[in-house]
């Protein structure tokens, strides 16, 4: 934290705050990598655990020791030394220099009440506890945050006392003081207030660390940037407890590209995207397709004017080019799609051939409006749609053709398991391949089925993973007579695609979704394969 | 929106400008009991949707002219009219007026760039496009608002001609002009500034309508009221396209709890996470559930030290009381909290006999937290939830035991129907009956089958009606194989209910909810003849 230069810089807590959310849970070697790529992206520090929380925490700074960051300095989290003890002797303050990081942050009271309340103590002790701890590992060669808990109800309720914590931390020569905003409530203008009044007060660099229970956690960050601070406190995807911490996939772009900070590189920027999306496979938690810039609806288009606006001027729908932050425009395709969207859409398939005033253009759209009247949706089924247009300009052969199937679900008595049985009968390259599987359930069997009568003829099929499945009732009133809507997202590792099918009957509406899964794998193998022998020939 | 006394208008959009989400689709009938549903909320406009875009779009306004809103006053949104055409031959203007809202909200140009990029015109044209439509439409005695597309955008690169826009529609005698932040870009002090100076030099309401694109949608609204807006405009769950709209579910409680505005009563306030979770199960979409206010985590606390601190003091850790907007706090991996709300259910069902220090609730509530985490969820399931509480205390008695069921789903072709059946065995009484059902899929089937062989024991199943029917992939990462949750409303004329199933296999989980279902029919009818019974012989 330079305040003269003010470069701003980010404090990551991911591995430590952020692990605090529901749901939120690093693996031993998941925590490793995600220091790795924290610190490939130039994220300034990085805060690996609570040290004396947990033998885990331990065990992991041991390990991060070893490695060599290019970028971050890794930064262990814990108290400052408990109420009546002895610096040396609290335990806490042993473990955070075992932790053996050259930055220590450490967390103290700043709210009257909070000293009152929860520690049970008076105002003289509060202070003594964060001078003697800063004082202590400042002789100890870290370089020592304060981060000032409850700042802000703290300063609100009493200011004289909020300030004189931070001195105390300041007197005892820390390195900076963050301001936390510990119960997310506070508004952007009180956090801009307050903020100005540190900066204005004290000679070192302030720190901004907030939580998002008032929805306000990227805005007071932003605010207390313009109020002077230059470390923004937060965690990837927003991850933390209760309604998460400050989301540094917002806010980094926001410093970058919007109030021009010196901050990162916009070259390292395009990699925001890929980190989001690498934390959420760490965690195993699906993406939120809405967050700002990094979600995979941020730049998605769905009305059909708005698309028709895009073209002329993408400025009109978009704050900031979806590349700069490593992300890519969308167009979603939806009842009130026109011409254009559907243009628009078949290009960035790779479908080729369609001209916007084809006759060709008016019967996709034609079939399209028809078909989602019907309910069939394909915003989430990319595959569908390229398989629907390729049928259109007669362009589709079928790999196969089903000759039919028999689904068989049975429950032998109250306390005995269902079985499922799927019968499935197809006519491959003028072969008839009869097959038989069983699964978990209708779906799952007649999944297991096709497969076995596919995977002969088309090796690749044995590397198509089923990966997302969602069912979704249209006219609910109908009750079980309903239509049906399925989606199936699929992967072969490489990429991932999805699928839709709908009827009245769900075996079928799944069925129809599992086939253009199939296909749309076996296009691809084919057009890889055109690809290679058109390379071959030009060679 | 009246500026003198600066109530706070909500004006909200969820069924036009929340629909452009992705996965966002209401379907006609829950179009009207989401209007409904808000007005009951107390918001001060809803807006039904866009006139000209769609068919659908104009029944819906049919349909709701015939009801009486009790709070809420119905918008139709729509264009100003089109370039180069007169406003009494222009289509959507036409449209709009048809709607026959007492509301209506036209949307203009008000950055000089989109009027020579996107609408391809000059200034002059814009500006008549603008004050011919809104002198149009008040002399045919609509409330007219004006929204002001990319107004801040437009007011940055010339504040003359974004003013200049504002200025027709009030003098043309337009009832608000509404400031769209329509990429969603803009900061929180640029809203503010601007925001500020069209307060200051204009005599009527001011409007704020933001999306989420820089995450800052909730604060950008914020900033607006701070600087004199009065009418704020969002949607349920900030439900938009690409991040979505400002998200009213975290712009309310800050409005009347924080910021203490004229603008919706506590008490109503309090319906907030019901609103919420409604929208959310209409559209069948996930909850978020780190949403601010409201969202199942907004609340929880994991950590040990925070629980600890929450139990000295709730508001370390909690920026407002959880009930304020109808939502409780949980805490995190602990035993025994659920104790008192299990009984208070129990005691709203009407099961007796079960005592807060009694055995049987504990086991009541250890079974409840092994179902639940099985997948199993009683909100909505009131009647499986009684079943559940009635066999726990051996009280129940069943009516029909399963010796088995078989359901086959066949297709003979491609183009062929796909045939559903469904065998049952079941044991009545001590007979057997076997009956064999089909139907539009194999649930349908099911249900047919087991009503045929109920029907003759029980006649009163004839009444029973399946009103609604949910699927619900729990584990949607397992594909095919993954845990399948199924709800089904049920009525019969005079009450209605809700039951629950949860298999790995669809089929199963939906036959244990219709089992539920008609179990509670029967239980009804059962203490409908105890009660007449005790009714005679005291008589």
């Given at each position: 934290m330079k305040k003269t230069k003010r470069t701003i810089e980010i404090y990551d807590t991911t591995l430590r705050d952020g692990a605090q959310g529901a749901g939120v849970s690093f693996s031993g070697s998941s925590r490793l990598k995600l220091l790795q790529r924290l610190d490939q992206l130039g994220v300034h520090y990085i805060e690996g655990g609570y040290a004396a929380s947990s033998k885990r925490d331990m065990a992991f700074f041991r390990e991060a020791r070893k490695l060599r960051l290019s970028h971050a300095k890794l930064a262990a989290f814990g108290s400052t030394r408990r109420r009546g003890v002895r610096v040396s002797a609290d335990d806490g303050v042993r473990l955070l220099l075992e932790a053996g990081t050259p930055v220590v942050t450490i967390v103290g009271k700043s709210s009257e009440l909070h000293v009152r309340d929860v520690l049970k103590t008076g105002r003289k002790e509060n202070l003594a506890m964060i001078s003697d701890t800063v004082r202590y590992l400042k002789e100890r060669g870290r370089q020592v945050f304060f981060d000032a808990e409850h700042f802000f109800d703290g300063y609100k309720a009493g200011a004289e006392f909020a300030m004189a914590t931070l001195r105390a931390a300041v007197d005892a020569g820390c390195d900076g003081v963050v301001l936390c905003d510990t119960?997310?409530?506070?508004?952007?203008?009180?956090?801009?207030?307050?903020?100005?009044?540190?900066?204005?007060?004290?000679?070192?660099?302030?720190?901004?660390?907030?939580?998002?229970d008032g929805g306000m956690a990227a805005a007071n960050s932003v605010e207390a940037v313009r109020a002077g601070a230059s470390q923004v406190q937060g965690t990837v995807n927003g991850y933390g407890e209760r309604c998460g911490n400050a989301n540094l996939c917002t806010i980094l772009p926001t410093l970058v590209l919007k109030m021009k900070k010196t901050c990162m590189s916009a070259q390292k920027l395009k990699e925001l995207r890929d980190v989001s999306v690498f934390v959420d496979e760490l965690l195993n938690l699906r993406p939120a397709s809405r967050q700002p810039y990094v979600g995979v609806n941020a730049f998605a288009h769905k009305g059909g004017m708005h698309v028709n606006a895009i073209q002329k001027n993408p400025c009109t729908f978009e704050h900031v080019k979806p590349e700069s932050v490593g992300?890519?425009?969308?167009?979603?395709?939806?009842?009130?799609?026109?011409?254009?969207s559907v243009l628009l859409k078949a290009v960035e398939l790779g479908?080729?051939?369609v001209r916007k005033s084809s006759e060709e253009l008016r019967e996709i759209l034609k079939s399209l409006k028809d078909l989602e009247s019907k309910g069939y949706a394909y915003e989430a089924a990319d595959a569908s749609f390229r398989i629907l247009v390729k049928k259109l300009l007669k362009k589709h052969k079928p790999f196969f053709e089903l000759e039919g199937f028999r689904v068989i679900v049975e429950k032998r008595g109250k306390d005995e398991p269902c079985l499922s049985e799927a019968t499935i009968k197809v006519r491959v390259?003028?072969?008839?391949?009869?097959?038989?599987?069983?699964?978990?359930?209708?779906?799952?069997?007649?999944?297991h089925a096709l497969r076995k009568a596919l995977v002969r003829f088309y090796p690749e099929i044995a590397e198509v993973v089923l990966t997302d499945?969602?069912?979704?009732?249209?006219?609910?009133?109908?009750?079980?007579?309903?239509?049906?809507?399925?989606?199936?997202?699929?992967?072969?590792?490489e990429s991932s695609w999805g699928t839709v099918g709908v009827s009245h009957n769900i075996i079928e509406a799944s069925w129809e979704a599992l086939v253009d899964s199939m296909e749309y794998r076996l296009f691809k193998e084919e057009e890889k394969a055109a690809k290679s022998r058109k390379?071959?020939?030009k060679a």
């Open positions: 119960n997310g409530g506070m508004l952007p203008h009180e956090v801009f207030g307050i903020t100005s009044a540190v900066t204005a007060a004290l000679d070192l660099p302030v720190g901004i660390h907030t939580h998002d992300n890519r425009r969308q167009v979603l395709l939806s009842e009130g799609s026109g011409k254009s479908v080729g051939g390259k003028d072969e008839v391949a009869h097959t038989a599987g069983e699964g978990n359930g209708p779906v799952d069997a007649l999944d499945f969602k069912v979704r009732i249209l006219d609910p009133e109908e009750a079980t007579a309903a239509t049906t809507r399925v989606l199936i997202e699929s992967s072969d590792g390379r071959r020939r």
